[in-house]
């Protein structure tokens, strides 16, 4: 009789050889490098420096495609993308001290989000470990307790031999839901010396699934098939899931209206008779909620952005599907479901049983024309026209992605993003500099697309160095720069608290001149021809930016009322 743990996968001739015979000249990062290859990695983000000149080395006898961007938490945002796009580990290659701490917000923002990234950072010297003080340039006491409560998991690696089963066991950790960024740290010594570790041949890395307990989606069924007045919240963990379908689905069949959150934007056609967009900062939207029977929320732990900025009261029953096991009833108490969100959807399909109420489409109108209303007393023509046009403008298929700017703000509430996994933001961490850098390495990913990103004039300032990159790797990537003197939104903020802004008002470059002395064409454009400058750009194979001088307003908000 044979077990499936007594397979043992042979290697082939090829592999023999490799094996026996591999090629001089190897050193500890060629370990790397054939391990990433190993586990499927094509593409690999970062920035070298001299403790981690192993691995860029090692890179040049792969076929593994490098983008060097030009400051490591860029190259952070950029991984943080391409794991998004692709549901794949992004390998991010960084050196040791400041190199690797200047990606921790980028990291942090991973791990909000849920982005699979793969960081692999130098270390000083074997020798240096410890804490000791022995003044190694890039020296700190302990590295990896800076990473420690921002990444998902840290792999610390002393010897060549652990490189391969330390870098798949992160593999694994970042592809296992929740995904998220995780840290293997290797010392500047074992990435130099030469290896008489064979070529590693394999990496076969299996994530585990979650799936729901069977007594526990039982129950959830019962609830909604009984439910009077049911609603589901869905967050950026049915996205990630590639569970749209599956809710659209359980959402038909339940006569369930739909809001999505900031994270899950595109979760469920904006379209739908059942959809409630996106509306979570409105009153309205929230006193929809509260007043359901049973709420259905997956993939969201109803943060402070997803609840009306803790507004959010429920009357009703809570079913929670939640991949992350802290966010479980961490806001609200509920029947905490600890779950992929896909297969869990799957299980209630398997077993609800359907409701019809025809009353609930003229519920949903209701709310967004109250919605709408609102918004619309607010004489907010040159947002919503802005909005229009950026909307117009960008291919329904391309995705966008959105710097913590008042644009964006508006587009969390306000933006069809036409399709699940096409719009992005940093509203996880919400640091900002996240934009253009997230975009281009969207744009390595998936080159048969425009990619669109979305900044302020504040926080292009973070990620101008990026023009070089879009630039070098001829990536295409059209970048809107709203620029409006300022931190906007904070000037609000502040306006609004002490009646004066402080500190929230920038001098800034020519931005078209400087796009152009990158060899990055720029246009200068007006609300009135945006949708034409913006379109025509985005057609236009190749980085290019578009800059929008205008001072925009964001609507009032409803949670201090």
Do not use: C
Not at 292 to 318: C, I, M, W
Request: charged share 20%; glycine share 10%; no cysteine.
């Amino acid at each position: 009789m044979t077990h499936d743990h007594d397979l043992v996968l042979r290697p082939t001739a090829a592999q023999t050889e490799a094996a026996l015979n591999p090629p001089p000249g190897r050193n500890g990062g060629d370990l790397v490098v054939e391990t990433l290859a190993g586990l499927g990695a094509t593409t690999v983000f970062g920035l070298p420096g001299q403790h981690a000149l192993g691995m860029f080395d090692a890179l040049r006898r792969s076929d593994l495609r490098y983008i060097g961007l030009r400051v490591e938490n860029n190259a952070g945002f950029a991984a943080d993308a391409y794991g998004r796009i692709t549901g794949e580990a992004a390998p991010l290659l960084l050196s040791t001290g400041p190199g690797a701490l200047t990606s921790l917000a980028a990291l942090q923002e991973a791990r909000a989000a849920s982005a699979p990234v793969l960081a692999i950072s130098s270390q000083i010297p074997t020798a240096g470990l410890g804490g000791g003080r022995h003044g190694y340039l890039h020296e700190l006491a302990d590295q990896s307790a800076s990473f420690r409560g921002v990444v998902k998991s840290v792999h610390t690696v002393r010897s060549q031999s652990q490189i391969p089963s330390a870098i798949a066991e992160a593999w694994t950790s970042a592809l296992t839901v929740p995904h998220g960024p995780v840290w293997v740290e290797i010392p500047q010594d074992v990435l130099l010396s030469e290896t008489p570790v064979p070529v590693v041949t394999g990496g076969d890395a299996f994530p585990e699934e979650l799936p729901p307990r069977p007594e526990l989606t039982a129950v959830a069924a019962d609830l909604l098939s009984r439910a009077e007045r049911p609603a589901i919240i869905a967050g950026g963990g049915v996205v990630r899931a590639d569970a749209s379908g599956k809710l659209r689905q359980l959402a038909e069949r339940l006569s369930a209206p739909v809001v999505t959150t900031f994270g899950g934007k595109g979760a469920f056609p904006w379209t739908h008779p059942l959809s409630l967009q996106s509306w979570l900062e409105d009153r309205h939207t929230t006193d929809f909620l509260e007043d359901a029977d049973v709420l259905l929320v997956v993939g969201s732990g109803l943060g402070e952005l997803s609840s009306n900025y803790h507004t959010f009261k429920p009357r009703g029953r809570v079913v929670q599907i939640e991949a992350d096991l802290g966010k479980l009833e961490s806001n609200h108490p509920a029947l905490g479901i600890h779950a992929d969100a896909r297969l869990a959807l799957q299980a209630l399909l398997e077993t609800v049983q359907e409701r019809t109420d025809p009353s609930a489409p003229a519920r949903v109108r209701e709310v967004l024309g109250k919605v709408r209303e609102r918004i619309e007393s607010q004489e907010l023509t040159l947002e919503q026209g802005v909005l229009a046009s950026v909307r117009a403008a960008l291919p329904p298929g391309a995705p966008s992605f959105w710097d913590m700017t008042i644009l964006a703000y508006w587009a969390w509430s306000a933006f069809d993003a036409k399709a699940p996994n096409t719009m992005h933001s940093a509203q996880g961490a919400g640091g900002l500099g996240y934009g253009f850098p997230a975009a281009l390495g969207a744009a390595a990913a998936d080159p048969t697309h425009p990619v669109l990103a979305v900044s302020g004039d504040g926080g292009a300032l973070y990620s101008i160095a990026e023009l070089a990159t879009a630039r070098q790797y001829g990536l295409n990537v059209t970048w809107l720069i709203v620029d409006d003197g300022g931190y906007g939104i904070l000037r609000e903020y502040m306006t609004d608290a002490f009646g004066r802004p402080t500190a929230t008002e920038l001098t800034r470059p020519d931005y078209v001149a400087l796009a152009e002395s990158f060899g990055v064409p720029g246009v200068r454009t007006s609300p009135e021809s945006l949708e034409a400058d913006l379109a025509k750009a985005l057609s236009t194979p190749g980085p290019s930016v578009v800059v929008l001088p205008a001072v925009l307003r964001m609507f009032a908000p409803t949670h201090t009322e």
